[in-house]
């Protein structure tokens, strides 16, 4: 499992340098960027608040446009660090005074809210370096690490928002958000092979640029594209079980939340990582429940999630690949038709490990397979036929490859 960074401070490389008494803290502060201890207490106590850095964005021209889920999660005093965070960044500040009153936790906190809320800013890197007073332990300035060089930003930029437009170029206009959501969710995982290997897997230009990633570039390449389009998506971090750190997203449709993991979709991560030898998309983590979700993937803890619990738009349900109950014919009737429609595969998911397990004895144990697979061999012109196919006990989903 890869490592998702930005997740927890002490998974994070954070270096102190502890002034001591108010002497240093005057020395400290004296070197960073012009801003002097007299400067940094009277912005405190004048209390602008997030409303400072607002008008400050405004100036600079670097206002969001996208709908940021951790901001508005946010106390209102880390609200405004991180808008402070924010506006330096998009200013390509990559280090400097910092003035929001707040510790070192605070600050991460902030830190991490501002890169969930935006994958636009695809120049960070995995670590961060700060410097606090010795005089109530407050943050007064900071250093990220980067990716990329300063002078290489507005260029890359540029590609990327071509990269994403040519993605949304290809959705009709008349799509529904479940169509551009699920199309974005397929356009990554056909043009983005899972390689930990990969150059810059944190961020967006390895999916977008590169074609290469992990999970972390999948879930904020996913939210990039669909905040270009103007759709809620938000980006969840947090471990699956028994294994390690993971990233996926949270994308709404009306007033529903569903859950999305466009690097469990890729069958290129299925096989490196389950051994499953599936080749085919994965469809269970497109617009899924946390019910359903939950069974593997564990949330942080360092954000507040609305309730995932509509099915409204299970692609199984919506595509006709659904059935509550085993039932013989229905099943049979389903096998057949997909060879006779020349498909590579079939897909099946049933609505109970009753009807799920029926199923499975009935194709691998019984005889439910013989006539697809007679049908086969007449066709082809061959005295057999080989068949391979995967299960998927958490989600009742069996497939079948008939090439």
């Known amino acids: 499992m890869d490592k998702t960074s930005y997740r927890k401070r002490e ?10 008494g108010a002497g240093a803290a005057v020395l400290l502060a004296s070197a960073l960027g012009g801003c002097s201890v007299v400067e940094r207490v009277q912005y405190q106590w004048a209390d602008a608040g997030a409303e400072h850095w607002e008008e400050a964005a405004v100036e600079a021209g670097v206002v969001s446009e ?58 960070i890197g995995t670590s961060a370096q700060v410097e606090e007073s010795g005089i109530g332990k407050q943050v007064v300035s900071y250093t990220c690490e980067t990716t990329v060089d300063a002078k290489e930003r507005a260029s890359m930029k540029a ?5 994403a437009d040519a993605c949304i170029s290809q959705i009709p206009a008349a799509a529904s958000d479940y169509e551009k959501i699920k199309y974005v969710y397929e356009y990554i995982i056909d043009t983005t092979d899972y390689d930990q290997g990969g150059a810059d897997t944190q961020n967006i230009q390895s999916v977008l640029l590169y074609r290469r990633s992990v999970c972390a570039g999948y879930s904020k390449a996913f939210q990039y594209i669909l905040n270009r389009m103007g759709l809620f998506c938000t980006y969840i971090t947090g471990t699956i079980q028994g294994g390690g ?7 709404r449709i009306g007033d529903q939340y569903y859950y999305v993991d466009v690097t469990w979709g890729d069958p290129v991560f299925a096989n490196q990582v389950e051994g499953s030898g599936s080749n085919a998309m994965n469809y269970n983590y497109l617009c899924c429940t946390e019910t359903e979700l939950f069974k593997t993937h564990v949330p942080s803890d360092s954000i507040a999630l609305p309730s995932c619990t509509s099915d409204d738009y299970n692609y199984y349900k919506m595509n006709g690949y659904y059935y509550e109950t085993f039932d013989y014919d229905t099943i049979y009737n389903a096998l057949m038709n997909s060879v006779w429609n020349d498909n590579a595969y079939i897909v099946m998911k049933f609505g109970s490990s009753e009807a799920y397990e ?20 007449e066709i082809n012109g061959v005295g057999s036929w080989n068949y391979r196919y995967h299960t998927d006990d958490e989600f009742h989903l069996i497939t079948l490859y008939w090439k």
Do not use: C
């Open 66 to 123: 996208v709908e940021e889920y951790y901001y508005s999660h946010l106390p209102e005093k880390l609200q405004e660090a991180y808008r402070e965070i924010y506006v330096h960044l998009m200013k390509y500040e990559d280090s400097g005074p910092f003035m929001a009153g707040i510790g070192v936790d605070d600050f991460w906190k902030s830190y991490y809210a501002v890169l969930a809320d935006h994958p636009e800013i695809f120049w």
């Open 159 to 163: 590609q990327l928002e071509a990269a």
């Open 358 to 377: 029926s199923a499975k004895y009935e194709l691998f144990e019984g005889n439910m397979l013989n006539d697809p697979g007679q049908y086969l061999m």
């Open 245 to 251: 750190d993971h990233g996926w997203n949270m994308v």
């Open 11 to 20: 998974r994070h490389t954070f270096l102190f340098r502890l002034a001591a």
